[in-house]
């Protein structure tokens, strides 16, 4: 019996470190990432200690909470960069994006949050640097609109962020029509009235610093 107590003990160790990613995903998709640690350990049914044992800092802890969202953003990217025709990529990009952060609005939080001394939560600066490029050739090749900036597309999730629905499913349905909208707004036309300045939010932090 004794030399089965080490391992026991690891189990526990991953379902409380289960219950807490559980828990803050939960919490940040509810009310965003100003969501206290002590109330993420509360949720999960955790000491504070246990918790920070597992994630010492918030940001580890919102890095690893959104994860696979991370990582599915990332495979869209890539995706619509690799296709040949950049203003096909973009738009798969601006739809599967929009549809992705429809589907978990705690992640839209993170990707549009930046907390203090975290390296890029949610793959922010990977985004917007391969977004940027494919925007480019989107424009060399006369499909999108010349005054465009990556301000637009931050202004999109952000709007995106906004769509409330009685469930995931309809909301992915508006997000998709709001997506097809966006994207003919983008596309070049000779009928485009000039935008007014953008705000810089692509490069500057879209909110305030989350609480501990």
């Known amino acids: 019996m004794p030399g089965d107590l080490p391992h026991k003990l690891r189990s526990d160790a991953m379902d409380n470190r289960d219950r807490v990613l559980d828990a803050a995903r939960a919490l940040f998709s509810a009310d965003g990432l100003d969501v206290p640690m002590r109330e993420v350990a509360r949720r999960a049914g955790v000491g504070p200690a246990t918790l920070y044992r597992h994630f010492p800092t918030k940001q580890m802890l919102v890095a690893e909470a959104f994860a696979?969202?991370?990582?599915?953003?990332?495979?869209?990217?890539?995706?619509?960069?690799?296709?040949?025709?950049?203003?096909?990529?973009?738009?798969?990009?601006?739809?599967?994006i929009c549809e992705l952060h429809a589907r978990d609005r705690g992640f839209?939080?993170?990707?549009?949050?930046?907390?203090?001394?975290?390296?890029?939560?949610?793959g922010r600066e990977y985004t917007v640097k391969a977004v940027a490029g494919l925007a480019q050739r989107a424009k060399d090749a006369?499909?999108?609109?010349?005054?465009?900036v990556l301000d637009d597309l931050v202004l999109v999730l952000m709007a995106n962020k906004g769509i409330h629905a009685a469930s995931t499913a309809t909301r992915v349905v508006a997000s998709r029509r709001f997506?097809?909208?966006?994207?003919?707004?983008f596309e070049a036309g000779p009928h485009h009235a000039p935008l007014p300045p953008a705000p810089g939010l692509a490069s500057t932090a879209s909110a305030a610093p989350a609480g501990a």
Do not use: H, Y
Not at 179 to 185: E, G, H, N, P, Y
């Open 68 to 96: 696979d969202q991370l990582n599915a953003c990332r495979t869209i990217v890539d995706e619509g960069c690799a296709d040949p025709d950049p203003w096909r990529g973009l738009c798969m990009v601006i739809e599967k």
């Open 142 to 148: 006369g499909r999108l609109r010349s005054d465009f």
């Open 108 to 122: 839209t939080e993170a990707f549009l949050s930046t907390l203090p001394g975290a390296p890029d939560v949610a």
């Open 179 to 185: 997506a097809a909208l966006a994207i003919q707004a």
